[in-house]
């Protein structure tokens, strides 16, 4: 971790903008992608110039950096994304947070746990569900086959929870094919679900969004890609 000067910053930013521009003309002229900026592994510091250079959405993983960091940077707008694990006892200071979208709605134990404590504090929040989609044991993640069937359910039984899409993370393989199969799998669950008002498929890191946006994804969270 280390402090990076703006100029620095602005030559990864544009590279990062640059793929994403040359990926998602692929598409179509009209698929647009928002780029979530990652900032679990950097310093406070390089948010802000990223932030003096256009940036506006940033997301972290752990509730309790997010909440610090949201409270340092009270004063700029900036959309707040949590994309990592939520354990059950984090739950309530996560609705403290108003976080923009919670992208790490892994379970239906989880939904009807966090459902529970948003209406008792009378809030909504807008959540992607997360898909395991390999079936990757270290992952964590519906399965591509109870994703759709769960994603309803939850929309029935979660009034709080205003679920807006699927969030994947790509297969951990070094062979491009698995990856891309994963997106797949998650893409057309996605188009599945966009019926039931889904219009947010975030999918794709820095080793491989540009095959993300190719494979449909409309947000992506990059994050070395930017602080190296
Ligand atoms: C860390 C993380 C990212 C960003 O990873 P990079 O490889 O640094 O771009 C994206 N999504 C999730 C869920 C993460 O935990």
Redesign the pocket.
């Known amino acids: 971790m280390s402090i990076l000067g703006k100029e620095h910053l602005r030559a990864n930013l544009d590279e990062v903008i640059w793929n994403i521009e040359q990926a998602r003309i692929t598409v179509s002229e009209h698929h647009i992608v928002k780029l979530v900026t990652?900032a679990?592994?950097t310093e406070l510091e390089n948010i802000s110039t990223l932030y003096a250079l256009g940036q506006r959405a940033f997301?972290e993983?752990q509730v309790q950096q997010l909440s610090s960091r949201m409270h340092t940077l009270d004063d700029l707008p900036i959309e707040w994304h949590m994309?990592?694990t939520l354990q059950k006892n984090k739950i309530n200071n996560l609705i403290n947070t108003r976080p923009t979208l919670m992208?790490?709605l892994d379970s239906i134990e989880l939904a009807l746990e966090l459902n529970k404590k948003l209406l008792a504090k009378e809030r909504k929040m807008h959540c992607l569900l997360q898909i395991n989609a390999a079936n990757e044991e270290s992952k964590l993640g519906l399965s591509p086959e109870e994703a759709f069937d769960i994603y309803q359910r939850i929309k029935e039984s979660c009034p709080q929870i205003n679920l807006k899409g699927v969030?994947t993370?790509g297969a951990h393989s070094k062979e491009t094919k698995e990856i891309q199969k994963s997106f797949e799998t998650t893409h057309r669950i996605y188009e599945s679900l966009q019926k039931e008002g889904a219009s947010i498929c975030s999918m794709g890191?820095?080793?491989d969004?540009t095959l993300a946006i190719k494979c449909g994804s409309n947000l992506i969270?990059?994050?070395?890609?930017?602080?190296k």
């Open positions: 990652v679990k592994y997301g993983n994309i990592g992208q790490s969030m993370i890191m820095s080793s969004y969270r990059v994050g070395s890609a930017l602080f």
